[in-house]
């Protein structure tokens, strides 16, 4: 019997040699090659092998030798190949990674970092995900994605005033800033970033009157 390798490059593949015994033949000796070169001897039944050709040789206590092949083959590996949507907006949560699984042997179990069971794992923000595939016979593969994000909007709103300035953030400003930020939301739903430029020119508090006269 041949037990084949599980996965790919594993080596967990076994064969068990059953003798047909024909006359008074006993005492027998073994002898095992691996892609034609020695492996074991005094073995009959082989364990943790890996994917080759292997021939096996029986001879007997009167020099008569039987042999037989046996090929264990590669299986074909599992991969995934992964796609990405990024966040909607800056700073937000809503970016997405699927994996799309080819390979081993159905079904999979999936395990993501962020503890996603499924193929796919939502709600993502700006970072780096791995993920793990692995089917019925425990092969797996892991892999990393990683979830990019839009620029940040930031505009600048330039105003020039007299004595005082109330700005869209309900503050009175009596003095030039140039520091004062705050967060606008867009038609589009994402955050806006805006900083202050505001120069404040102050009036002369003394102010000369002219009488009119008539001449």
Do not use: H
């Amino acid at each position: 019997d041949v037990k084949e390798v599980s996965c790919l490059d594993s080596s967990d593949g076994k064969i068990f040699v059953s003798l047909e015994v024909l006359g008074a033949s006993t005492d027998f000796t073994y002898v095992w090659n691996r892609n034609g070169a020695l492996l074991a001897e005094d073995i009959k039944d082989m364990a943790n092998l890996s994917p080759a050709t292997y021939l096996f040789a029986a001879t007997d206590n009167f020099g008569c030798t039987q042999t037989d092949t046996f090929e264990l083959a590669n299986p074909e590996g599992i991969t995934a190949l992964f796609d990405t949507i990024e966040p909607s907006c800056y700073g937000d949560s809503t970016g997405n990674a699927s994996i799309a699984v080819n390979g081993g042997v159905s079904p999979y179990v999936y395990n993501w970092s962020n503890g996603s069971a499924t193929s796919q794992a939502q709600n993502l923000s700006l970072g780096s995900y791995w993920y793990e595939v692995t089917d019925t016979n425990g092969c797996y593969t892991t892999d990393t994605v990683f979830i990019d994000q839009p620029n940040q909007l930031v505009g600048i709103d330039s105003i020039i005033a007299c004595d005082s300035y109330t700005w869209i953030d309900g503050i009175t400003y009596f003095s030039s800033n140039n520091t004062a930020m705050t967060t606008i939301s867009g038609q589009n739903g994402c955050d806006s970033v805006v900083t202050l430029n505001l120069n404040i020119n102050k009036i002369d508090s003394t102010i000369v009157r002219l009488g009119s006269t008539i001449y």
